[in-house]
């Protein structure tokens, strides 16, 4: 139906079409309205009621439905190598499937090699995105490595490349992993220059523990997989992540937020101040972990991912309800698909697994099916977690995220009661299985446009690979960054001003005679120190010591008599001067 322009990119678009849709209700995050709105060139111009618009303009009706802000997914990993192999869905497969849920930007993890040019690995994802994105798309930098390089790299970026957040990874040791000292150094470098710190949060040391543990058990199916990965090392690490970006006052995003744990920390956390944001995705709010017990190798490593799907069947109601209260803000879904014959690299080793799962064009219906149809959230809180807060989170607010005059032109016309059976048959992903196949969900796109043009409508997807644009993320969103200013001042640490102490001081030099050593001093197993009972004198009125030893034959005559334990020494140290009686 629609020509997508080819040729050049830097080329202005002229070929957009011009577009009324009338009899719509706009929801935005804030309000819902019934009005028309006009576009032209790929941008919203006109919303109102009786437009003045050109002749020849192609009229959408619709009929009341909801017109919405395209869906922005948040996390992607499209075309992404992996030990030799790549995902099935590349930036074509990958966008198209996207659209067909209602999806009109998604943003996608760069992943360099350890030891590699970051700027090298950004530019491979723009080659392949700029010549196959059937939407825009904006860009993730995930950090495998740190050194003054890396550093410069990451300036660069910032400043130059469109790039505001960077992923650091608290698992896959010996690979990607980083210590607590590098996420601390990395938090206050990127934090300090205006970008976002994301998180892959899982204790890899234990993890590693835990896998090796399970292998000798005999364990090697995707069964283990979620045994060596307790929700309780996602928690800890989610603490910890949390705790080290607050001691950086560095903005904080903790990306595939998969069990209850982990979101109870983020939403405490939140509730005391801290500037954290936490992301579910597709697959931790639509099923649970109980596939990796299944009987079907196939279908059980097609659950893999990390960290895991929780086996906790209750999970996902709970996960709803806290993106449904503002605890939780984005969702994305971590689309990340292999064959059945690629996952079976690991069928005897589930450690060998390759990680990920689809969800990308069912994204948006599963918010909607469980948490809107089910009362928990309203439309307006949709429009929120489904697109302006992620736009508002990355810097391309109200570009992207709004339907307001000036916006781009990415709408959809949303249908709240069409229904639709998930199946691997009828989804646009390459993928051969569908971890939500047979799933029904209620709500659902029946009109698509992106960048001004319709590409789905019908029921028929009409795309035009390469004709999805870079959008740049720019530092210090004002959104992430105002609370971080005000906290920077507030944190401002100052000495106490003293005069200089001019008292001894003692010598560290050589230990004398008879002086324990410092280690002795400071290891009480080596050496314990004596400790005096200051309410037991050494005097005796016998003449003894209080070992026992008698001090003088004279001594002895002053009382020779066996001692009554009345006579007690009552006197604390320092005597009884301000004892005024003894009853």
Request: proline residues 5%; charged residues 20%.
């Amino acid at each position: 139906m629609m020509s997508g322009y080819q040729g050049k990119k830097n080329i202005p678009r002229i070929t957009s079409d011009r577009l009324l849709i009338k009899g719509g209700r706009i929801v935005n995050d804030d309000q819902s309205f019934y009005a028309d709105l006009y576009m032209e060139d790929g941008l919203i111009k006109q919303i109102g009621d009786n437009l003045i618009v050109p002749g020849g303009v192609k009229i959408i009706e619709a009929n009341g439905m909801m017109l919405i802000p395209g869906g922005i997914d948040v996390h992607t990993h499209f075309q992404m190598p992996y030990k030799g192999t790549t995902t099935v869905d590349d930036f074509v497969q990958g966008t198209k499937a996207a659209l067909a849920g209602g999806t009109t930007m998604i943003i996608d993890h760069v992943i360099p090699e350890p030891e590699s040019s970051i700027i090298a690995a950004y530019e491979k994802w723009r080659e392949w995105a700029d010549s196959k994105s059937c939407c825009d798309y904006a860009l993730h930098v995930d950090i495998t490595d740190w050194n003054e390089g890396v550093k410069e790299e990451i300036q660069t970026l910032i400043k130059d490349k469109g790039v505001n957040s960077f992923l650091v990874y608290m698992a896959y040791k010996d690979l990607y992993q980083m210590s607590n000292a590098e996420l601390y150094d990395i938090c206050k470098y990127v934090g300090d220059l205006g970008a976002i710190i994301q998180v892959h949060a899982e204790n890899g040391d234990i993890i590693a523990q835990e896998q090796k543990h399970v292998l000798e058990m005999g364990i090697t199916g995707p069964e283990g997989h979620v045994l060596s990965r307790p929700e309780e090392l996602e928690a800890e690490a989610v603490f910890r992540a949390i705790t080290i970006a607050g001691q950086t006052n560095c903005p904080l995003y903790v990306t595939k937020v998969m069990s209850k744990t982990a979101a109870d920390i983020i939403a405490q956390a939140k509730k005391k101040g801290n500037v954290v944001f936490g992301e579910p995705i597709s697959a931790s709010l639509g099923t649970d972990g109980t596939h990796y017990w299944s009987k079907n190798w196939a279908k059980a490593a097609a659950f893999v991912t990390s960290p895991p799907l929780s086996p906790d069947p209750t999970t996902p109601d709970y996960l709803i309800s806290l993106l449904s209260s503002g605890d939780l803000q984005t969702v994305g879904s971590a689309h990340c698909t292999f064959s059945t014959a690629q996952k079976a690299i690991g069928k005897d080793d589930f450690t060998q697994i390759p990680e990920g799962t689809n969800g990308v064009e069912e994204r948006m219906s599963i918010i909607w099916d469980k948490a809107v149809a089910t009362g928990k959230m309203d439309e307006n809180m949709f429009v929120a977690v489904t697109s302006t807060n992620a736009a508002k989170i990355f810097n391309v607010y109200p570009r992207k995220g709004r339907v307001a005059v000036g916006s781009d032109a990415d709408l959809i016309i949303w249908d709240p009661d069409a229904m639709r059976t998930v199946s691997a048959k009828t989804h646009q992903s390459a993928a051969e299985y569908n971890i939500f196949e047979g799933t029904d969900l209620c709500g659902a796109p029946v009109v698509v446009i992106s960048m001004g043009k319709i590409v789905l409508e019908d029921g028929n997807l009409h795309v035009t690979p390469g004709n999805g644009r870079f959008v740049s993320c720019k530092p210090f969103s004002d959104y992430v960054h105002k609370r971080i200013k005000a906290r920077k001042q507030l944190a401002q640490v100052r000495g106490v001003p003293r005069g200089m102490y001019d008292g001894p001081v003692y010598d560290l030099g050589t230990p004398k005679a008879g002086t324990p050593s410092a280690s002795a001093k400071t290891s009480p197993s080596k050496q314990p120190q004596p400790v005096r009972n200051l309410h037991q004198s050494g005097f005796s009125l016998s003449g003894r010591t209080s070992d026992g030893l008698t001090k003088s034959n004279a001594g002895a005559q002053v009382d020779d008599g066996p001692r009554r334990s009345g006579h007690r020494i009552v006197a604390p140290p320092g005597g009884r001067s301000n004892i005024t009686s003894l009853s």
